[in-house]
């Protein structure tokens, strides 16, 4: 049956899949018109074709991104609907988030200004993206130390030593690990306004 379905459509494979969803219970994935009852699935899907994944938070829950041991979506690892079209085997993880926490995904960035004037819109500057083993640091002017941080989900506020900083521009630096392994630096600078 299997070489039967490969020699008739130009199909490659069955390769073997793995599904998740993180954390436990935060969501659904579904994969082409299977929504698995249970976590983590597995199964064989052929290559030569698309294969669809979709991602659905449950309440109280946001969907943040997908990620792909051996492959890339399109159009992008941060829609809910992506295709892949499989040529390897792959293990395959629904990444939710709660709304407190900030985004992650392949992308990986510091906002250049934020407003941290209590209104609850950019109050706090957060690194956005999926990153691992950070070190994210914020200096003023004077290059003295204002933030430090090597948690993702910790912003910072606009304030040092418990004190509201005045507007103005800071520099920052970022090193730490995409979930891929490659080691990313960045440098630049943050406008604060009030």
């Known amino acids: 049956m299997t070489q039967g379905m490969i020699d008739c459509y130009t199909l490659t494979g069955p390769y073997a899949i793995t599904l998740d969803v993180q954390p436990a219970g935060a969501g659904i994935a579904k994969v082409n018109s299977v929504t698995p009852s249970a976590y983590i699935f597995n ?3 052929f290559g030569g074709m698309n294969t669809l994944f979709r991602a659905t938070a449950n309440p109280g829950w946001i969907f943040d991104h997908w990620e792909f041991q051996n492959h890339t ?3 992008s690892t941060v829609n809910d609907s992506v295709a892949v079209d499989l040529n390897q085997t792959d293990a395959i993880i ?10 992650g995904g392949e992308e990986v960035g510091i906002p250049t200004a934020f407003s941290p004037n209590d209104d609850g819109i950019n109050d706090i500057l957060f690194v956005l993206g999926s990153v691992n083993d950070l070190e994210f ?3 003023n002017r004077w290059g003295q130390l204002v933030f430090k941080t090597n948690e993702r989900s910790k912003g910072w506020d606009g304030t040092f030593n418990g004190q ?6 800071f520099a920052y630096q970022l090193s730490g690990k995409l979930p891929n392994g490659d080691l990313i630096t960045r440098k630049g600078n943050i406008t604060l306004v009030r």
Do not use: Q, W
């Not at 629904?94 to 985004?103: G, I, K, L, N």
């Not at 509201?164 to 521009?169: D, Q, Y």
């Open 137 to 139: 640091t914020i200096y």
């Open 164 to 169: 509201k900083l005045n507007p103005g521009v």
């Open 94 to 103: 629904a990444v939710f988030r709660s709304p407190e926490d900030p985004p």
């Open 73 to 75: 979506p399109t159009p």
């Open 43 to 45: 199964a064989t899907y």
